[in-house]
């Protein structure tokens, strides 16, 4: 079935150094979501990438999307300690006929920050 | 805005018992997720309902779980009867797709920790 990969599960960095977790899918998506889940909260949206090859920035966060759609990433520049937590990305499920609006996420990366 | 709003926050039950969780999406949302997130895992999508009918319950375990949106607002999703394997935390996300532009971008809930011993 439709997967969603994720790496590294887990990251250990020391505040200020940079991060990234790479995301890839098993069929070409139509478009891509980032999501933060902090310690103990749930899923909060970040950011969704359409375009082949797009390249989006968030402050310190960059969001990139392959140019076959198949595989995305997220790069921290200089971590800060709120910068904890579980990044997942998401692609849209197939189900039936077609899109329906479902998510498929993957397993997600953590990010722990030493201060 | 209000955001999803999900009772109880946590729930601990004995194996073989009854649970139902209860998820009020934010006001106007078309379509509301229920989600499984298992410690460590991404969540996985149990249930979608588009108003009150069901999009897609492909990974619902129909034996024990069921869920309805009888009005097209709320929605509760029930466990009967419970085993050690579905301690988790039950996600409830809304999102406006199905309306007139639409988005699919999805607004979790606290969820609801559910322990089962």
């Known amino acids: 079935g439709q997967q969603v990969m994720q790496i590294p599960q887990y990251q250990h960095v020391q505040e200020g150094e940079d991060f990234t977790t790479y995301c890839n899918s098993s069929t070409t998506l139509s478009n891509i979501q980032w999501y933060k889940q902090r310690p103990g909260g749930h899923p909060v949206f970040l950011i969704q990438l359409v375009k082949s090859g797009e390249v989006k920035k968030q402050k310190r966060l960059t969001f990139q999307f392959g140019e076959a759609k198949k595989n995305s990433s997220l790069h921290i520049t200089a971590t800060q300690t709120t910068d904890v937590g579980t990044y997942f990305c998401?692609?849209?499920?197939?189900?039936?006929?077609?899109?329906?609006?479902?998510?498929?996420f993957g397993q997600g990366t953590t990010l722990q920050v030493k201060p | 805005e209000a955001g999803v709003a999900q009772s109880p926050r946590y729930k601990i039950i004995e194996k073989r018992q009854s649970v139902a969780f209860w998820c009020n999406p934010i006001?106007?949302?078309?379509?509301l997720y229920w989600y499984q997130q298992i410690l460590g895992q991404g969540p996985k999508l149990l249930i979608q309902?588009?108003?009150?009918?069901?999009?897609?319950d492909s990974q619902l375990p129909k034996d024990r779980f069921s869920a309805e949106r009888l009005k097209g607002v709320d929605s509760t999703l029930k466990i009967q009867p419970a085993k050690l394997e579905d301690s988790a935390v039950y996600l409830c996300?809304?999102?406006?797709?199905?309306?007139?532009?639409?988005?699919?971008?999805?607004?979790f809930g606290p969820g609801t920790r559910l322990t089962v011993l």
């Open positions: 998401a692609g849209p499920g197939v189900y039936g006929s077609g899109n329906t609006g479902k998510l498929i």
């Open positions: 006001s106007g949302h078309a379509t």
């Open positions: 996300a809304s999102s406006s797709l199905g309306r007139a532009g639409g988005r699919n971008t999805q607004y």
């Open positions: 309902f588009q108003n009150n009918g069901v999009v897609d």
